[in-house]
């Protein structure tokens, strides 16, 4: 079965350093994958996806993700981070089987200091 | 824009009452979803639909049942509550690959007491 591993939990930072978010997944083919952010008190919002071709990806809020192949990551970068960053941030994996459904991970909360 | 919305909102039960929480979209997706998130967790999928008259047992179904009557309505009923289905639920509608995006629901809260 397929799995996400977020291996941060928690993650802070000072405004204006750069951010990365790991993120690996175990899927014997290869998936589609995205990251989805919560802001405080909120619903989950869509930034960015993976499906095929370049492996940089761009998404919003100035958000970018890179898959690697290699080592089964799709980390999620930005810089500079900003205060308004700060929100706890979900990778998620849909497999190529045609069930459509998304498996999260566990998600990491980000901090960034002023 | 499109729009799940679900209530209710907060909800306070009693251990072995019956719950259900209900969810629209106006996004005239086929796909509809109900997770749970919990601390330690992320989010886990309880129940799944393809379209009106379709459920799907997702990976923490247990507990949970699901009605799909319509294109628009997703419901997640709880027959037996118990204090470890306290926790906030998300209903979400899309999450086709080509689409690639969930449109999610603003979380209903629930408290078994």
């Known amino acids: 079965a397929q799995s996400v591993d977020q291996p941060d939990a928690h993650v802070t930072l000072s405004e204006g350093a750069s951010l990365e978010l790991r993120c690996s997944y175990s899927y014997s083919a290869a998936p589609y994958l995205f990251w989805y952010v919560q802001y405080p008190g909120q619903s989950l919002q869509f930034l960015l996806k993976y499906i095929t071709g370049d492996t940089v990806v761009k998404g919003t809020k100035g958000f970018e993700a890179e898959f690697r192949k290699s080592n089964s990551s799709f980390n999620l970068k930005k810089s500079p981070a900003h205060w308004s960053d700060s929100a706890k941030y979900f990778c998620?994996?849909?497999?190529?089987?045609?069930?459509?459904?998304?498996?999260f991970g566990k998600g990491t909360q980000l901090i960034i200091q002023p | 824009e499109a729009a799940v919305t679900q209530s209710p909102r907060n909800k306070v039960a009693v251990t072995g009452g019956k719950v259900t929480l209900s969810c629209n979209q106006t996004n005239n997706h086929n796909n509809m979803y109900w997770y749970r998130q919990d601390t330690g967790h992320g989010l886990r999928l309880i129940h799944y639909s393809y379209g009106a008259g379709s459920t799907e047992k997702g990976d923490i179904p247990d507990g949970y049942k699901a009605s799909r009557p319509s294109q628009e309505n997703f419901s997640l009923i709880l027959e037996l509550a118990t204090p470890s289905q306290t926790s906030v639920y998300f209903c979400?509608?899309?999450?086709?690959?080509?689409?690639?995006?969930?449109?999610f629901g603003e979380g209903s809260k629930l408290t078994v007491l």
């Open positions: 979400a509608s899309g999450g086709t690959a080509n689409t690639g995006q969930l449109y």
């Open positions: 998620a994996l849909e497999t190529t089987e045609g069930a459509d459904r998304l498996t």
